[in-house]
C-alpha cells in the first residue's frame, strides 16, 4: 500500500511502514502468483510503496523494474532496504505521480507488465491512473490492477461496535473524495482507459483462530483502524470513547477460538490492444 496521494489518510509514521511491511509479507506470494511471470517482461509498478512487491516481480521476471512512488518517506525507506538486500541493480525507483509517472519518452508503450495494488482507491481520479498505466505497456502488454472494496470485510462472531466505527473508516474515503468501493470497478476501468480486459478474480487472504495468518491479520485490521482514528473521529459518526471501545471488543474476539475474518483484494488484469494497421 502506498501514500501515492494526499488522499492517503495514514501517513508515514514508522508505525504505519512497520504495518505496510507486515501487509506485504502477507499477501506477495499470493499476488506474485496470481500475477504468473513468466520471465524476461519489463515491469512498471505504480505506487511502488515499500518496494516490496516491485523487488518480488523483478526477481520473478528475472530483469530490472521501475517502481513509480510519490511519497519521499516511502522511497527512501524503498531503497534503503533494497540496498541492505543487495538488489540495487535489479529496481529503480522514481518520486512521481501515479496519474503522471516520469518516463522518458522512449520508456511510454514500452513495459511488458504494468502493475498498481492498494493505488486507486487513494486518488481522486483512478481512470486517469489506469489510462497512464494502459500507455505505458507496450501492445499486447498487460495492465494489473488490484485493490480494495470495503464492503467485504466479515468478522464473525461480530466484534461490539466495530461495524459502527468500520463504516466511519470507509465514510473517510468518501469525504476525501476517494472511492473506498474501487475494487468492484477495476474491470470498467480497464475497459474506460482502453485495455481489453481478460481476467477478474479475488486474492484471498482471511483466516481463522487456530490459522498462523490470522493473528497478523488482525494486527493489520487494528493498525489500519489506529492509523485513520483521527479522520474516523472527526467523520462525526462514532466518538472517542466508542472506537475505544470496539477496539476493545475486537482484541477480545481476536481470543476466541471460534474467531473468523473474511477478506480479500479485488483483481484485475487487461492488455493494451495491439497498434492497428
Known sequence: MSESQPGYIHG???????????????????????????????????????????????????????????????????????????????????????????????????????????????????????????????????????????????????PAGLEDVWRAYVHTYERGGRDPYVGRKLVALLHAAGAEPRRNTWIWFGGCAGDPHFEPLVRNLLGILAGARAAIVATGRVDDAAFDAAVAATRVWAARPDAALWFAIAWAEGVRPAARP
Not at 513468466?38 to 530483469?63: C, H, K, N
Not at 513495459?111 to 493505488?119: E, Q, Y
Open 12 to 158: 508515514t509514521h514508522p508505525e504505519e511502514q512497520r504495518r505496510l511491511s507486515a501487509l506485504n509479507d502477507l499477501v506477495n506470494t499470493r499476488c506474485l502468483e496470481c500475477l504468473a511471470l513468466r520471465g524476461g517482461e519489463r515491469v512498471l509498478d505504480v505506487g511502488s510503496g515499500l518496494g516490496q512487491f516491485t523487488r518480488r516481480m523483478a526477481a520473478a521476471a528475472g530483469t530490472r523494474a521501475l517502481g513509480i512512488e510519490a511519497s519521499g518517506t516511502q522511497i527512501a525507506e524503498a531503497r534503503r532496504l533494497t540496498a541492505a538486500a543487495g538488489e540495487d541493480t535489479w529496481v529503480e525507483f522514481r518520486p512521481g505521480d501515479a496519474a503522471a509517472p516520469p518516463l522518458e519518452p522512449g520508456e511510454w508503450g514500452g513495459f511488458d507488465v504494468v502493475h498498481a495494488r492498494f493505488v486507486l482507491e487513494h486518488v481522486a481520479d483512478p481512470l486517469a491512473v489506469v489510462r497512464a498505466m494502459t500507455r505505458a505497456a507496450k501492445p499486447g502488454g498487460r495492465i494489473v490492477v488490484a485493490d480494495d472494496d470495503h464492503d467485504v470485510l466479515r468478522l464473525w462472531p461480530e
